[in-house]
């Protein structure tokens, strides 16, 4: 299969194959999952001439997703691989030259090793001999240095005297001891003491790692080099007691970050720029060195705020927004070549955007439909990347609502697609089709964006039961593009409803605002107005509607079977249900208690109480299903099993679905693709069948 994926992908370069040269078409299968691929990470040279990307797939037989490393030429389409076996890969990165890509490899042993390619020569090596994570690669703006950020571990805390064992007896494993508040993370379960500090380490002959950066502190990605090569750029949080401070759990950082810049000259310490109560994070220095960019706001402690484009000199002073006049999250930032203005990621109603954005605050857009996946899940989050050359050639993943995301190049205010991994699959499937759903709350009437899915060889004059599915964060937003799970659903004869209700992301601050220190409240109006649109517009069998959700999802599925009787089964996955326990128990509880309660559960449990799902267990008569994963660590498995005991002791009709070895954010695809067939079995087993 490796060696078939990776044949498929050198045909396809620039023509593609049209779903009518098929004979017949077939329905999407839980099997299919493992013949999908997907492109991530596109990074385009200096020149523009050439596209690096990584092609991801799920391996069938290893049950993970493994990458291949391929390189496109911007002209013609023509690709060739830089790695030559599917494994573990990350972070192409291009020399200012284009003569050389650096990249992260992963081995057999599980170490990961910074390792440089020569596009010339066709030669590779390993530039490290690292125990620990590289993250963060960044080439020296002379191309002779690759700088990074790794873990240096430090010894755990110990308490007590270990005893003697005597010879060749088996004896129980050590404690784990800790004294910190952020001591975990869901996917990596404990975090092992230490700090992670920059490093730096010569191109040419590798060597040692030279360390720049000391003390109790941890610097954050991503790296930026100043022009002339002396100093670099990174993120870092270095007060007192930033050990005790909630974190950013997409990046795994403090919330309190802050620029700064450390001299390559050796024995100089970090210099802090931006002084403001952050984040403040992914520094982005100006083609001639002036000015720096970088991503973040001024800390309100409130459940969201926009992520803002500032500016200030080399020096930290004068710092400012420029982003201003966009109500929208920047997710991302590089600086054009004219050094006037700034490339922006932003998501705009679900769908995530690229546009040019000038230091007097004008946007310009160069892009749109931009789509992301990461890992075995395959759910429409709004996400997606881009990189920029000095001649103002975009590369970016691309998504749309059948199709996996893409490489796609946007020239001279032209687009044009580079990829299509999929040519030997989509084309031959029927599936459902996708259309925007008009909706206006119930509550105060406000537009909420909302999308359907219809099965296959959909026919209008007949009813077909409906699938509420809802997205988790709470603060995040899907958009119109490509979903495994809901194209399974349609293709078992469900039309699938989702959107964006209050509280969702890519609408405005206000907008996500709206529940802040109140979820779930009044989003169940808007979900509700969701599938009252879709029925209003016809073809849904009343008697037959279902809902599910993950995560925040997962909250809102207990949380509408305990409000309403017209579900006629649910399926509750990974949910919160006592955010008393859940708060005192998940990796990111501290991070909730600031930016999602205006108080702690003991200094006003009558809101935790009121806004969990277990509240309302005694209303609940709907069959619900609960999934939890048992490695879970962001809303841990005894969430679910709370709401199951509830169910159980009630005679409510009920199963619990754990998975081993399953985080919250991991899950291998096997289990997925199963976890699925179950939802639809669920949902089957109590579907009323037509006239009854």
Known sequence: MRRMSLLLAVVATTSFMPASAYASARLLEPKDLFQMHWASDPRISNSGGEIAYLQNSNDIMTDGVTQSLWVIDAATGTEMPVTHEAGRYASPRWSPDGSQLAYVSTGMDGRSQIVVHWMKSGATASLTNLTEEPTDITWSPDGKQIAFIMLQPTPPPTIGTPLAKPHGAHWGLGPIIVDRLNFHADGKGFDPSGYRHVYVIAVDGGGTPRQLTFGPFSEAGPLAWSPDGKSIYFADNRSADWQHQPEDWARHTAMTLSIYRVDLAAGNAPVQLSHEVGPYNEPRVSPNGKLIAYLGYSDRHVGNQDVQLNVMDADGSDPHVVSASLDRSITDCEWAADGRSLYIEYV???????????????????????????????????????????????????????????????????????????????????????????????????????????????????????????????????????????????????????????????????????????????????????????????????????????????????????????????????????????????????????????????DDQQTYWKLSPISMAGNVTTPTMVVVGVLDLRTPYTEGEQFYQALQLRGIPTELYEEPGAYHGFIRPSQFAQEQTAIIAWFNRYRQAAGN
């Open 348 to 602: 705009d109603r679900g769908i995530t955007k690229v546009a040019r954005l000038g230091l007097e605050g004008r946007v310009a857009p160069v892009a749109d439909r931009l789509g992301a996946l990461g890992g075995a899940r395959q759910l429409p989050y709004s996400g997606g990347e881009f990189t920029v050359s000095r001649t103002n050639s975009v590369a970016y993943t691309g998504g749309s609502a059948d199709d996996l995301p893409e490489v796609y190049l946007a020239r001279d205010g032209k687009t044009r697609r580079l990829t299509d991994l999929n040519s030997a699959l989509l084309p031959t499937m029927s599936l459902g089709k996708l259309s925007v759903l008009p909706v206006k709350s119930s509550f105060d009437g406000r537009e909420i964006g909302a999308w359907e899915v219809v099965p296959p060889n959909f026919d209008p004059a007949k009813k077909y039961p409906l699938i509420l599915e809802m997205h988790g964060g709470p603060y995040a937003s899907y958009g119109p593009t490509f979903s495994y799970e809901y194209q399974l659903y349609a293709a078992a004869g469900f039309i699938v409803v989702y959107g964006n209700p209050r509280g969702s992301t890519s609408y405005g601050e206000q907008f996500a605002n709206l529940i802040y220190n109140n979820y779930p409240s009044h989003d169940y109006d808007d979900l509700m107005s969701i599938v009252d649109a879709a029925i209003q517009r016809g073809g849904v069998d009343v008697d037959n509607l279902f809902v599910t959700g993950l995560s925040g999802g997962g909250v809102l599925t207990a949380w509408i079977v305990g409000k309403t009787h017209r579900f006629r089964a649910a399926v509750t996955q990974r949910p919160v249900i006592n955010w008393t326990s859940w708060l005192l128990t998940a990796d990111m509880g501290a991070f909730g208690a600031r930016y999602w309660f205006k108080q702690f559960p003991w």
